[in-house]
């Protein structure tokens, strides 16, 4: 007896937010940290982003996504939702989309993080005004 899945689980990090991501088959709703996706995310670019995964799949309508993100800033949550979604959808049906968001470059992982304060320096690399005398 072949059991089948309730949700779809992916993973999505970005700088230093993690999101977890759960696909339900449903009409397209999105659910951020218990909240409606519109009140989470304020800004339409980030929204934008989040989407991505599924008008790339062309999967709008077809799942219920509950996320649970925390850490790093709005913009990172964002990306690592997104790095989720198209995980999730991977989980969901490998053969049909995984070509689709790899070749769009969402299932690789954004390494870039903030780089540490040197020495002597105020930050990374801002250095104090160099004066001859």
Do not use: C
Not at 14 to 22: D, G, L, M, S, T
Not at 60 to 73: A, K
Not at 89 to 114: H, I, M
């Amino acid at each position: 007896m072949a059991e089948t899945k309730q949700y779809f689980y992916g993973t999505g990090r970005r700088k230093e937010a993690v999101a977890r991501v759960r696909l339900y088959p449903g009409s397209g709703k999105i659910t951020v940290n218990k909240k409606a996706f519109e009140d989470y995310f304020l800004m339409e670019t980030l929204r934008v982003i989040v989407r991505q995964p599924m008008v790339a799949t062309s999967s709008q309508d077809r799942y219920d996504i509950v996320v649970s993100v925390r850490g790093g800033g709005i913009a990172g949550q964002a990306g690592a939702i997104r790095h989720g979604i198209a995980r999730a959808l991977v989980d969901a049906d490998a053969e049909q989309f995984k070509a689709t968001l790899k070749k769009a470059g969402f299932l690789t992982r954004d390494s870039r993080v903030k780089e540490r304060k040197k020495p002597g320096l105020k930050k990374a690399r801002k250095a104090s005004q160099f004066s001859k005398r």
